[in-house]
């Protein structure tokens, strides 16, 4: 039971420790007084750059945070689960990357804040890798994405309310460029007698190659 216990704390410990991050903010704001929306991102703004760092701390409201909450804890969770080795290196990028494609895309005269693109890189990430590795189980995750958030790719349209969609959508490329710069890290697709075979060819042909330049070349 204690074994279970910490494997889960382990494969959590990363997104949890952002949540409490984020509702500790949140607290601190409602206790003190004291709004940080101030520290938001703001586009193409040197001044505001800093935002890159600070913004997906800071959330509108409750609901706010909560939307983003649940997500980050689920799909932290299964990247930790099945991408140990890099779980927490792509979260670090996620964070990083989301808001850093923002300040070159968004809007200059809004100013955002908000999780909401580390879980579209998140969600972008699993859904993309999966299809990239061609593994089953990875796959299934992706369709699982598709299935509970399939709702988040309206997110990534313009839309007249303040809902930050150059948010999402920063959000979601950097998890495409995380997918694709992982693609040979984490689980990988099984390779068949035939491939291995293929390879081995590949391999022994290649050697014939260099063997005869460097037998020529000494000629």
Known sequence: MNNKLS????ILFIPILFVIAIWFVKGFEL?????????GITSLDINRITGIFSFPFLHDDFNHLINNTYPIIILGGIISSVYKEISNQVFFFSYLLSGTI???????????????????ALASFVLISGFIKKQPRLAVLSFFVIFMYGSL??????MPNK????GHLSGFIAGILIAIYFKNKGPQ??????????ELELEEERK????????????
């Open 153 to 158: 790719f309206w997110g990534m349209l313009p």
């Open 163 to 166: 809902i930050s969609w150059e």
């Open 189 to 198: 697709s099984k390779k068949y007698n035939y491939e291995l075979e293929e």
């Open 102 to 120: 923002l300040w070159f895309i968004g809007n200059p005269e809004e100013n955002v804040i908000g999780a909401s693109g580390i879980v579209y």
């Open 7 to 10: 494997d889960i704390i382990n």
């Open 208 to 219: 014939d190659i260099e063997i005869n330049y460097i037998y020529k070349k000494e000629k």
């Open 31 to 39: 206790i003190y007084s004291t709004p940080f929306h101030e520290y």
